[in-house]
């Protein structure tokens, strides 16, 4: 694989010069990326990353996945205003199970080395962890960012987050790692590695950062806490269903970074109606994790339902007879499907008009749900994306 496909697509490399040496010179490197399991599901945020990650797998290089199962007990600050919540040792190794699970979606399990800091910290002694806070100082800590928005505007900042980046970074000197990749706002953490690695006299890693992908919001970066992502889990119905959501100035940041399109074919896609565009972007993008008959298929269904108007055949079913409600109404039944946030939003919908019963607008919330004597179900459509048979 050519030197410019490995290192195309990233916003910031520290150690290039050095990097292209070793790479031309047939080296096999040590490539670390590391992921903290707080949440269960990887999102295609990560999916930036495990892409470049996959390149330099696919080129004959060390793939690293490191689990960071002890700094996720921290929590990581980056780019955060306020102290993450603690998880418990449970939640995380629960966490990183299913963390690897989906990253072998992208990379090739057999060829890829997995860790976790665990192994190193968990038998660091308390004289341990204050040397390592000598590497560092206040002051070069405040030089973050995030850090120094939180001090000035009297934001807790507390002692453990301090020791951050210096965990992260001593897991590149305990991996020896030549190479460590990260989104963007892992710079200041990569680093660090990079320094304590030359404290040490070791060959420094190289860093490479990629772009922070925008959520599904399109002002954010794609983020669980946001809630505005694509999960590697998600099924293909939600990945196309999502995609559909972008507005159609972020998607061409999707075809970049996901689908690596290079910036000739994305000028080409732009020259198509914007609809067919983000089609073609959200059957590749379920193509990444589901066989691409499945992938046509949720475009076919999505082109039936919402662009022709017609109703699903797949869709969640509920029976009145199962929900065991006093008052069988619109908004109780709705309520019950656990497809609304309240009962408030079903109110806010239906006033909006965007609520409809067998094809015909709904103006009462409160109405009573009757089957007409040969009638077995009714279908109710929310808004342009919630569908939900009621059946006897």
């Known amino acids: 694989m050519e030197i410019n496909t490995l290192l195309s697509g ?7 010069e050095e990097l292209v040496e070793k790479i031309t010179s047939g080296a096999k490197l040590k490539v670390k990326f590391g992921v903290d399991p707080t949440r269960p599901d990887l999102t295609f945020g990560h999916l930036v990353v495990f892409n470049k990650l996959k390149q330099f797998q696919d080129a004959g290089h060390d793939a690293i996945l490191l689990i960071g199962d002890y700094t ?6 980056s780019g955060r205003s306020d102290l993450r919540p603690e998880l418990t040792a449970s939640e995380v190794e629960e966490n990183a199970e299913t963390y690897l699970d989906q990253a072998f979606k992208v990379l090739d399990e057999s060829k890829t080395i997995v860790r976790r800091n665990s192994e190193w910290f968990s038998k660091m002694t308390f004289a341990d962890a204050l040397n390592l806070t000598r590497k560092m100082t206040v002051a070069q800590m405040l030089e973050r960012d ?16 301090f020791m951050y980046p210096l965990i992260q970074g001593y897991d590149s000197v305990i991996l020896e790692s030549d190479i460590e990749i990260g989104g963007s706002d892992q710079l200041f953490n990569m680093l660090v590695g990079r320094n304590l690695q030359k404290d040490i006299g070791m060959n420094t890693q190289a860093v490479l950062t990629m772009p922070l992908l925008v959520g599904l919001d399109g002002v954010r970066k794609m983020s669980k806490s946001y809630d505005n992502y694509i999960a590697f889990n998600d099924s293909a119905k939600d990945i196309f269903g999502k995609a559909m959501s972008l507005s159609d100035e972020a998607m061409w940041e999707y075809f970049q970074l996901l689908l ?3 910036d000739t074919q994305i000028e080409e896609m732009k020259q198509i109606h914007p609809m067919d565009a983000k089609k073609a972007l959200a059957e590749s993008l379920t193509s990444l994790f589901f066989e691409d008959s499945i992938a046509k298929r949720e475009r076919e269904e999505f082109s039936k339902v919402f662009s022709k108007g017609k109703v699903p055949e797949e869709m969640p079913t509920f029976s009145l007879s199962s929900l065991s409600l006093e008052k069988v109404s619109l908004l109780n039944v709705l309520a019950s499907t656990d497809k609304f946030g309240s009962k408030g939003e079903i109110r806010r919908l239906v006033k909006q008009g965007a609520i409809k019963l067998d094809n015909v607008r709904v103006d009462d919330p409160e109405m009573a749900l009757d089957f007409e004597p040969k009638q077995n179900e009714m279908v109710i459509k929310a808004g342009k994306k919630i569908f939900i048979r009621i059946e006897r």
């Open 260 to 262: 690596n399109y290079p």
């Open 10 to 16: 990233t916003e910031t490399i520290i150690g290039k």
């Open 72 to 77: 996720a007990r921290i929590g990581d600050p």
């Open 146 to 161: 995030d850090f120094s928005k939180r001090f000035k505007s009297n934001q807790p900042i507390s002692m453990v987050e």
